[in-house]
């Protein structure tokens, strides 16, 4: 497990979801929906994914989140609402740190994509960028796409707010 993580999306990470909204997220397009049990899976999976990265001692979050995450209706106003409490929540742990890019602030290094990065403190275990687009995700270790990523997620922080100041 990664010592530093550093998010951007321009939607809510799914191990930040609650189930609710994972569900609501899952079924929103029936058309890709051929299993009727899937939202809950999902919901599932990302529960556990959550607590495999903040139940663990020493991970460091950071995360960027799109405004327009946090405005989209997903499954309506209710499990929007406890989605909001939810981040606000788990910005009040010790080690995550949740921004949001406002509307307001113009044209932005979001439109490059959604991305994570982990960092590493064993030198045994390289940094490692992934790369996210509704096709598919790409990992990589190359030192200029860490780079790239890096100084984009700097430009993002820079642009941002703290979830604590985001009001809406």
């Known amino acids: 497990m990664a010592d530093r993580i550093h998010v951007f999306g321009t939607n809510i990470p799914g191990w930040c979801q ?4 994972a569900a609501a997220l899952a079924t929103s397009d029936p058309h890709y929906v051929e299993d009727p049990d899937y939202a809950r899976r999902l919901a599932e999976i990302r529960v556990r994914r959550a607590q495999n990265v903040f139940d663990r001692k020493g991970v460091v979050v950071s995360m960027v989140i799109d405004e327009a995450a946090l405005v989209s209706q997903v499954g309506g106003t209710h499990i929007m609402h406890e989605q909001l409490a939810h ?4 910005a009040k742990k010790r080690a995550v740190a949740i921004r949001v890019l406002p509307f307001a602030n113009g044209a932005r290094s979001a439109t490059r994509g959604e991305f994570t990065l982990l960092e590493f403190d064993d030198a045994n275990e390289p940094d490692l960028a992934y790369t996210e687009t509704h096709l598919g ?3 990589s270790v190359k030192t200029s796409m860490l780079k790239e990523l890096q100084w984009t997620y700097d430009r993002l922080v820079a642009q941002s707010v ?3 100041e985001y009001e809406r």
Request: no cysteine; hydrophobic share 35%.
């Open 18 to 21: 609650t189930p609710a909204y």
């Open 87 to 90: 981040l606000r929540a788990l």
């Open 137 to 139: 995700g790409q990992y």
């Open 162 to 164: 703290h979830l604590r």
